[in-house]
């Protein structure tokens, strides 16, 4: 894929955070790889299948690619758009080039979301036309989630997964799990995303997540770093070494897959009581009915490069029971574990490819999974259509389905390896007094303020 400086097709965004049109312009600049955009991938696979089908259609569809004129595409997307209609997408592109911004036309500036309704009086996009706290299909009742009701997560919760936490259980009547020939204590992976099971808020804390019994203590999230997913900065070795306090540029511990790795923030205390230091290298295992992989006893080889090895960092930020990695560093691929094992400077990199992983093996995402939920797949729901003002029904792509990174679950964090090298234990820093929970007298001292004199005037 292009980086944004390497546009060879324009394309155009925007996001709700500010209020700008954002037009990435051609550039003369050369690519430093073999990258392609994304409407052009898109636009080869189709030409390949039209030469293995004979389906002149496929070829058709993608035909202001093909004539790179992605243009004709971008002033659709304006025309149909009540916040864009009336810009012309050759004067976006001009201005662009010159650094000219263009607002996204909201009704209000800064803009302030369902302004028409709140204010003005407009119907809500539902079917009556006003705020609905009530669900009437027949998914919603059945799954107990007619009325606004709080469940635990699937995965990422100490207490019994995915109940439905309520003090008013008359409420509603959820199909329980014998109505789907399900026993009710069956708490295996696949069959709790479909237990609707009633429980007061006081029975709650009685309860306890399966997993306790091998050992998981921590629930697991992986939150979207913005400008780490995104904009890639860990591409960038300098960025890289920043992210994060174990950022080294000369790797002088060859156990670092680069000049910076990754990851989990650990709240001081939960470490201690784990055995972990500040810096050590740990495993990060969930639960090992699915993951890393299915059937991940039976293929030690696989298991080496998808089980999650990474450094802890203490962090106080944290409240107790929840541990956190920031979801945006590449991952450990088969071919970056042998270059770690191969390589002459150990470095995590593809002896074949030069893919560069910031995982010794696994990664964030090995603790983690997609969880299909009942009333997030109906074909029943009515709501907004992803364009325009109008009102549709059931599956759309970004409104109404299961989408979106999966970020939470239910771990094991052991450790795999001391922080130190040469035959110190502790990490440096931490050896140091520099890090949290192993403050020396100065660091206090700092941290308080306390080299910091007022000069009389």
């Known amino acids: 894929m292009d980086s944004w400086a390497e546009v060879k097709m324009p394309d155009m965004t925007a996001a709700i955070s500010n209020p700008f049109v954002q037009m990435f312009p051609k550039t003369p600049l050369k690519r430093l790889h073999d990258s392609k955009p994304d409407i052009a991938v898109l636009a080869g696979v189709a030409k390949a299948l039209a030469d293995i089908t004979g389906e002149k259609g496929f070829i058709d569809y993608w035909k202001w690619v093909h004539e790179d004129k992605v243009e004709v595409y971008l002033q659709r997307i304006l025309d149909n758009s009540s916040t864009t209609k009336g810009y012309d997408v050759e004067k976006l592109h001009a201005d662009a080039k010159k650094g000219i911004p263009a607002l996204i036309m909201t009704r209000t500036y800064p803009k302030i979301m369902g302004w028409e309704q709140s204010v003005e009086g407009r119907p809500h996009y539902t079917k009556s036309g006003r705020i609905e706290m009530y669900r009437d299909e027949p998914e919603f009742i059945e799954h107990g989630e007619n009325l606004p009701v709080h469940r635990e997560p699937v995965d990422a919760t100490p207490y019994e997964p995915n109940v439905i936490v309520t003090g008013a259980p008359n409420l509603i009547r959820p199909t329980g799990p014998e109505g789907y020939g399900i026993k009710r204590d069956d708490l295996s992976c696949e069959v709790r995303q479909i237990r609707n099971v009633v429980v007061s808020p006081a029975d709650l804390t009685k309860t306890a997540h399966p997993g306790k019994k091998i050992g998981m203590t921590l629930s697991y999230i992986t939150p979207k770093f913005r400008h780490g997913a995104h904009t890639t900065p860990v591409d960038v070795d300098i960025i890289s070494a920043w992210f994060g306090p174990f950022g080294d540029m000369h790797r002088r511990d060859k156990r670092m897959p680069w000049v910076g790795e990754g990851y989990v923030d650990i709240n001081p205390v939960d470490a201690k009581e784990l055995g972990i230091e500040d810096g050590d290298y740990v495993w990060i295992d ?22 999650a ?13 929840v541990a956190r990695s920031w979801f945006h560093m590449y ?15 150990k470095l995590a990199n593809n002896p074949r490819t030069g893919y560069q992983a910031m995982f010794r093996s696994g990664s964030h995402q090995s603790g983690t999974r997609a969880w299909l939920r009942p009333t997030c797949q109906t ?36 450790k795999a390896e001391d922080g130190g090298t040469e035959g110190v234990a502790l990490w440096k820093p931490a050896k140091q007094g520099y890090r949290p929970g192993y403050e020396k007298e100065a660091m206090e001292t700092y ?4 080299f910091i004199e007022k000069k009389k005037a």
């Open 286 to 307: 969930a639960d090992p009915e699915d993951r890393p992989f299915r059937g991940w006893k039976d293929k030690p080889a696989d298991y080496k490069v998808h089980r």
């Open 379 to 414: 074909d029943s729901m009515a709501r907004k259509e992803y364009f325009g003002q109008v009102i549709g029904k059931g599956f759309a792509a970004d409104i109404h389905c299961t989408v979106g990174a999966p970020k939470e679950s239910f771990v094991k964090i052991s």
């Open 331 to 345: 991952v450990a691929t088969y071919g970056s574990v042998e270059g770690h094992e191969t390589n002459p400077d």
């Open 309 to 321: 090895k990474m450094r802890a960092r203490y962090y106080w930020g944290l409240q107790r029971g």
């Open 447 to 450: 941290l308080k303020g306390g």
